[in-house]
């Protein structure tokens, strides 16, 4: 069974860096286009970044852009988000998720999700 597993949230002040991975299992998602999405309290899953299976092209949310940076380590069956600069607004659940059908920013087209880690930014 195909499973996503995110870890590497936590607790970081303002201006602060984490790095979130995401580990595949069951499955080899080399062929898949790869999201990062987040869930702040109360509000909707917003798409933060998304890198195509060969990790050639990227694409970021306006929010994030300049700021976090989507790779992948095929051989690892694994995507990293690299956060840097984090403000307390990107405070929220963060998952990632696969999809078969390129790169989107659509959650709708993602076949596969993980079940998120929290990151919590404080000012």
């Known amino acids: 069974q195909a499973q996503l597993v995110e870890s590497g949230g936590g607790l970081v002040q303002a201006g602060g860096s984490l790095r979130l991975s995401c580990a595949a299992s069951?499955?080899?998602?080399?062929?898949?286009?790869m999201g990062w999405f987040r869930q702040a309290p109360g509000k909707e899953r917003e798409f933060a970044a998304t890198?195509?299976?060969?990790?050639?092209?990227?694409y970021y949310a306006d929010s994030v852009k300049g700021r976090f940076t989507i790779s992948r380590d095929n051989a690892k069956n694994t995507v990293f988000l690299q956060m840097n600069s984090l403000k307390p607004e990107d405070t929220a659940v963060y998952y990632c998720?696969?999809?078969?059908?390129?790169?989107?920013?659509?959650?709708?087209?993602?076949?596969?999700w993980g079940q998120g880690t929290q990151v919590t930014v404080s000012s």
């Open positions: 890198i195509n299976w060969s990790g050639a092209n990227t």
């Open positions: 998720a696969a999809s078969s059908r390129g790169t989107t920013t659509w959650p709708g087209w993602y076949d596969h």
């Open positions: 069951g499955r080899t998602f080399s062929s898949y286009a």
